[in-house]
């Protein structure tokens, strides 16, 4: 087996070093009637080139030359070269959480830039080293808000990513108190500030939120943490669409905010992994989860990083810990600090600018299509847009299949009063080409109606 | 003189070797620098304070200003103030730093599969949900388990899952009952895991070989009793021999076994955890699957589980229809919910498959094999000057105990950084916790015999050392960048972030 740095003759010398006979007697502990005999049912060990070959075509099967408007939590934007060049470096890839400081300065000062840049984004004090994804991140964030307040009960709006909301009810299924949704209003996207007003209570721990919210929706944020903070509950700002932050202001008035960053330089992967991330206020860092590098110095006064305040986490806390969480997606959170650096703080604003564009530009066009409408047009959004059609989706997304192109996501399925509604999504890598042909297939079919 | 030097310095394998100096990348920005170019936009430009009103951002995030080479020459600068596993041995006990394939990266980025999004329509995904498809029966084979979910992100996520599936099948059989046992020696994850699913954590004290004590379980386990959750071998690599006989008593009780796979790599090939009892289980793909740790993460955590706990696994289950086509099952009434957005780490199960294929059956079992046989090579090198103190047999790691140099002052933590300057990462310090100073050594199996020699002179070397010259270990490492660094403060005034 390739991988394996030993020949038969040294596996027998080191045997007979160790005074066993056959390597069968290293396993002598483990009962007889549970010892595998034979070999697993698993195919059979391949050459590089057949491994390779055998992806290559699962690629292939995938039908790679599609043109796509999903969104939806996962977003398609460039990934500039070196991202890769950099993170494949073995001392990158292959080392472990950084525990050991004095050999992994490194990885420790790539989390302390991290954080740095996450904070400043999302105008919050302070950051710690990444999540799982979004999903959990939000999930993590209520419980946080939870331990902050002492209080057991969550506000959460429908507009949040419906996913993130499955993650979260997993998450408080075993709470004591039941966790409440608040509805949008049909002509805006936005959460319905007077049904919020009504169903936060002194009971509530936290109100969460998403900004662009599910509907690419930008929230009235202030409005909506003036509502809670009245009632001593905390805002949590979700954010799916990091790159938004470029040009939309950031939700300084929340308390903790829980982002996905897989849009800085993240591939797509079939939904993971990517890099989720919490910020907060300060004050509230004690009841942080997750792994926190800070600044600190060595004996003879140079600077140098450590993980730190260790004390919330599992392994000293054990089950008084703030989480449970432990590997967190270290290597991912570098891939968007190397992307954060080669956007800078002009290129992020050009960026966000783009795609803002380009959005405007595919909502506009399909709007002028007859028998496309698009919804929620009295809010401010960012890069994704509602459209709801006579015709079911269905029917046009065959048509678009047969031009190679992906339409939106249909919404019925999480928001069934949203019936042949559609969320798209276009980013600066969608050509104006693309959005003209998709324009007139959504249009073909009412022809033909 | 030169020659001299140089010769001086030289310890074990390593010799020091510069290393550039660098300031943090905001010190480097400076305004007006770019390392990026959009092309022109292809359509009308928008008016962004009148789209957004109020919402729009006036002042920009300060994020640093840089070109392109300075960007390489900064995280390649950073890059080599790391250790790595492609530098030398990282003996972190529980940690299973094994090679990480090149192979699975390269597979891992093929484009069809890099740019999949997770919401396009399931026709035009049959090739990654066959990867999937084929991940899953492997691992199912590999555990002698009934059926999985890949969806958890790590390990301890997995725990989570899998001790939410218990619950739910308590749940289903009227009571989802108060406590969790969990062993001394365990992972601080399986307690705080177990706290975040509402129950009681219940300290299960260990016998005089490290292992389960049969007579204490038999007493501790209730009909309030959720699960054992027991790490098979155990955290000082030692087989729970009387495995089957704990699955009885929990299963006369009504209770389920979980088994924290973290230790899978001493069992692939070997023994099946499915055929021993166990119920439901985690595997860590970033362990014994050899997707990467990059620095922390990101991880996968699959768990497994019997036929009964079917119902319950977390939103979507993949299935096959006649046709061959594999989709996404949404409807599933019982399930616990969904643990994740969309299916997990997909990236990781392309990378572990990838390392299953390389291997096949034959490299799974000798991959075992190897692993148990350094750890025991380990052992009966060292064995004489640092105490064992479970003398049980080693599986794919070894514990020693810092007994005989803490007589002289010297902590597990102070020989940990003394092989830094051997030009090894440290073992695991001071865990598993019922081992007072622990040592825990975990070559895995991608040791050469030469490399494990390497380490053991290191080990005895400073054995040697700290008989004739403790403060040389004590203030260790001597060779690193930064000496050792001040965590106190570091904790007491936390500077998390670089401010102008």
Known sequence: MRYLPKSDAERAAMLAEIGA????????VIPEEYRVRRDLDVPRQQAESEI??????????????????????????????????????????????????EITQGTLQAIFEFQTMIAELTGMDVANASMYDGSTGAAEAVLMAMRVTGRQKAVIARTVHPEYREVIATYLKHRDLPTSEVGYLSATGRVDLEALEAVVTDETACVLIQSPNFFGVIEDIPAIAEIAHKKGALLAVSIAEAVSLGVVRPPVEADIVSMEAQSFGVALSYGGPFCGVIAAKEQYLRQMPGRLAGQTVDADGNRGFVLTLSTREQHIRREKATSNICTNQALVALMATIFLTVYGKEGMRELAEQNLAKAHYASKTFSSMSG??????????????????????????????????????????????????TLWCATEVMPREVMDAAAKVLAAGLVEA | ?????????????????????????????????????????????????????AAHRQEPAALPELSEIEIIRHFTRLSTWNYAIDLGMYPLGSCTMKYNPRVNEFVARIEGLAEAHPYRPEAQAQGILEVIDLLQKCLIEITGMDTITLQPAAGAHGEFTGILLARAWHESQGNPRKKILIPDSAHGT??????????????????????????????????????????????????????????????????????DGANMNALVGKARPGDFGVDVMHLNLHKTFSTPHGGGGPGSGPVACKKFLEPFLPTPVLYTKEDGTKHWDYNRPQSVGRVRAFYGNTGMFIRALAYILANGPDGLRQTTEDAVLNANYVRKKLEDLYELPYKTPSMHEVVFSDKRQAAKGIKTGDIAKRLIDYGFHPYTVSFPLIVPGALMIEPTESESREELDLFIDAMRSIAKEVEESPELVKSAPHSTRVSRLDEVTAARKPVLRWRA
């Not at chain 1, 959004?381 to 029917?395: C, G, I, K, N």
């Not at chain 2, 001299?4 to 300031?23: D, S």
């Not at chain 2, 292992?211 to 000082?236: H, W």
């Open chain 1, 372 to 421: 496309v409408t698009q919804l929620f047009t009295e809010s401010p959004r960012f890069h994704e847009f509602v459209l709801q059609t006579d015709e079911a989706p269905a029917m046009w997304q065959k048509r678009l299949l047969e031009e190679k192109i992906v339409g939106g996501v249909e919404l019925c399925r999480w928001y069934p009063e949203l019936e042949n509604a």
């Open chain 2, 1 to 53: 003189m030169a020659t001299e030097t140089i010769e001086r310095k030289t310890l074990g394998k390593v010799r020091p070797h510069q290393t550039q100096n660098e300031g943090l990348v905001f010190e480097k920005s400076s305004p007006g620098k770019k390392a990026y170019k959009l092309p022109p936009l292809d359509v009308p430009a928008v008016d962004v304070a009148s789209a957004l009103g």
């Open chain 1, 21 to 28: 006979r056959s390597i069968n007697d290293l396993f002598s």
């Open chain 2, 190 to 259: 399986n307690p705080a895991t177990a706290a975040i699913c509402g129950y009681q954590v219940e300290n299960l004290k260990s016998n005089a070989e490290g292992g389960i004590d049969l007579e204490a379980l038999e007493r501790q386990v209730d009909e309030e009793t959720a699960a054992l959750m027991l790490t098979n071998p155990s955290t000082i690599g030692v087989f729970e021999s009387q495995i089957h006989r704990i699955a009885d008593i929990l299963h006369a009780k009504g209770a389920l076994l979980y088994m």
């Open chain 1, 52 to 101: 390779i070959s055998y992806f290559k075509a699962a690629g292939q099967k995938n039908a790679t030359d599609y043109a796509s408007f999903l969104g939806a939590g996962a977003y398609r934007h460039y990934r500039p070269v070196i991202i890769d060049s950099l993170v494949q470096r073995g001392e990158f890839l292959t080392s472990y959480t950084p525990y050991q400081a």
